[in-house]
């Protein structure tokens, strides 16, 4: 599969797993989990068509690691970044590292000045362990900042931390004292 196709899929599947389910009436349990059966049917019938093998190759090779099988491949699940109030991934608390980061640009740092990072739309803020992969986020959306979050001091203050299936660190919000700005 060429990789614009796996592109088109890719996206395809977070707007469904992730975001709008109901736009092709793809059912999703607690959890997040879809028929994949189910998912293959309805796509086709909305005109996106793709077979188990494409899809199985999407799962296998998304570099973000976006999305997951269950143990039989019955069923699939985005690993995170819903915006979907109602799905449960049954995370379990984890002691983060003690510095995590987060990629943004310069028009959102007065806002996280004031109000530290918010989830916003979604169920928790997305942090990364390294340097790399906060660039990488920060720059889809212009050139990036990368700020530094005090994850261990924030932890040891009762803030909760989540580890996803594809090693996003996710947390509820980040206040702005648990963030180094570079000045």
């Known amino acids: 599969m060429n990789e614009k196709n796996m592109k088109r899929i890719s996206k395809f599947l977070s707007l469904l797993l992730r975001h709008q389910p109901e736009k092709i009436g793809l059912q999703l349990d607690s959890n997040g989990w879809a028929s994949v059966e189910e998912l293959l049917q309805k796509s086709k ?29 019955t069923k699939i699940r985005a690993n995170q970044g819903h915006s979907l109030q109602t799905i449960d991934l049954e995370l379990r608390p984890v002691q983060p590292p003690e510095f995590l980061y987060h990629g943004t640009v310069a028009k959102f740092l007065g806002a996280i000045h004031d109000k530290g990072l918010q989830k916003m739309s979604r169920q928790h803020v997305h942090l990364s362990t390294d340097i790399e992969t906060a660039m990488k986020v920060g720059s889809r959306r212009g050139k990036p900042i990368i700020l530094t979050v005090k994850s261990g001091e924030m932890q040891l203050k009762g803030y909760e931390f989540y580890l996803s299936e594809n090693n996003v660190w996710l947390t509820d919000s980040v206040p702005s004292e648990f963030i180094k700005f570079k000045q």
Request: net charge positive; no cysteine; hydrophobic share 40%.
């Open 45 to 73: 019938k909305y005109g996106v068509r793709f077979s188990i093998d494409e899809l199985e190759a999407v799962v296998a090779n998304n570099d973000k690691k976006r999305f997951t099988f269950n143990i039989d491949k």
